[in-house]
């Protein structure tokens, strides 16, 4: 069957699943395969659950003609989520799809632009943390004809990978949060970061009118985005199309933007002066799809972030500030550096391990310890990962269930709290989440 062949069943049956636990009726599903399971074997369950369609890639799964033998799943899906996407080039207006990628604050920046641009236009989205090789044609998949504009997140560990994820997405406008320190062990090296997020604006420079929402303040951002047809600039710069400060940070973060805006106060629910690039940028690509200024802003105050990032969590007397849903040195060293800098008393670090850094995971563990130890805290408690293989004066929990045990014991009052680590290190469950 070819790909033309099936996505007119697709259009028959517009949804697609992978897990028969999500199944609905109608759906196609896709069995993909991973190291640990093989969706094969449920392709027979998915079809006795209402499944329009099961497509397979074993012949011995076969289940008559609502089975479709391919080559490889996972590839058809690809080239599926690439022909759907090439539907939006032939509507009497090309739909904007807007790509984003970065090391730190892409999910943040995702959701305030989708926040800004639904506010006037019928805006598809990434759903959660669906950036991966299957969760971004999922996310294409779900994107229906009447789409005016959709913003997909990008997330990357090695080289490649981004290059991989613009062939089907198509991307005509991309936006790179920042080049740090993250997934070390794929990348080798924040040179080999900047090599494989930038194939996000490789990919714009190939196209006539490909356009770059560009952070000014980050010269190699500069430099990366050379070549690249519409390059639209935000920053602190007096030289960017958007320019904004941070005017306070505690406790939520208030952006006063003086180019870009008529009334330039913005008052985000965000925690922390390093969203705002985020916010900036959702200014930005609001102001280029000419969203009203008013929306713009309403949008942007009213997003409050959730799942563990910049999260304020009041309890009882204490604010913690609960950025638990994944780290890196640069992200760590922001979130230490902007709590550091908080006028208030009492401040208390919880950091968990810091994960895919490879060969410089003990030396970027070390420096996140050095880093600490230029402040005064009150208490320190680092858990779990390399922060075990080094020596140090502070708190040591071997993972957050200890650090939990912990946390009840001392019974706080009128502390702030800063909880941080990476995914795998599931700090949250120190507050009981």
């Keep these: 069957m070819t790909i033309e062949q099936l996505y007119e069943l697709y259009k028959q049956f517009p949804s697609v699943q992978t897990d028969t636990r999500k199944l609905k009726a109608g759906d196609i599903f896709f069995a993909l395969k991973g190291e640990n399971f093989n969706g094969n074997r449920f392709a027979k369950q998915a079809i006795e659950a209402g499944a329009s369609y099961a497509v397979i890639d074993e012949k011995e799964f076969s289940e008559g003609e609502k089975t479709i033998l391919v080559d490889g799943v996972l ?61 971004i044609p999922l996310t294409i998949l779900k994107i229906k004809p009447d789409a005016e504009i959709a913003v997909i997140e990008m997330g990357a560990n090695h080289i490649g990978e981004i290059a991989s994820y613009c062939k089907y997405t198509l991307p005509t406008h991309g936006l ?39 952070m000014w303040d980050y010269d190699y951002l500069q430099e990366m985005s050379k070549g690249i047809s519409g390059i639209i600039k935000y920053g602190t710069r007096d030289d960017a199309h958007v320019i904004g400060n941070v005017k306070k940070s ?13 009334d330039g106060l913005i008052q ?11 916010v900036l940028a959702a200014v930005t690509v609001g102001k280029t799809f000419k969203v009203g200024e008013e929306k713009i802003k309403s949008a942007i105050e009213n997003y409050v972030p959730s799942n563990s990032r910049s999260q304020m969590v009041i309890k009882g007397t204490n604010k913690i500030i609960l950025d638990a849903y994944n780290a890196n040195p640069s992200s760590m060293k922001l979130a230490i550096e902007n709590f550091a800098g908080l006028p208030v008393n009492n401040k208390i670090l919880m950091l968990g391990g810091m994960a895919e850094l490879g060969k410089e995971s003990l030396n970027e563990h070390k420096a996140i310890i050095d880093l600490i130890g230029r402040s005064k805290w009150q208490w320190v408690a680092l858990v779990g990962g390399d922060f075990l293989k080094l020596q140090h004066s502070f708190l040591s929990f071997e993972n957050s269930q200890q650090a939990k045990e912990w946390w009840q014991q001392q019974h706080f009052e009128n502390t702030h709290v800063l909880i941080k680590g990476s995914r795998s290190m599931q700090m949250e469950k120190i507050l009981g989440n």
């Design 250 to 262: 505690e406790p939520y973060l208030e952006v006063a933007i003086t180019q870009g805006l008529d």
């Design 268 to 278: 985000t629910q965000l925690v922390g002066d390093y969203n705002l690039p985020n």
């Design 176 to 214: 790179i949060t920042n080049c740090g320190k993250a997934h070390l062990e794929g990348f080798g090296s924040v040179e080999g970061v900047k090599k494989g997020k930038g194939e996000l604006f490789d990919h714009l420079r190939t196209l006539t009118h490909g356009t770059a929402f560009v």
């Design 75 to 135: 590839e058809t899906l690809q080239q599926l989520a690439r022909h759907h996407r090439e539907q939006f080039n032939t509507l009497p207006r090309q739909v904007p799809f807007i790509a984003i990628t970065g090391s730190n604050g892409k999910t943040t920046t995702k959701e305030l632009i989708h926040a800004v641009l639904s506010s006037t236009y019928k805006t598809y989205t990434t759903e959660g943390n669906l950036n991966n090789h299957i969760g």
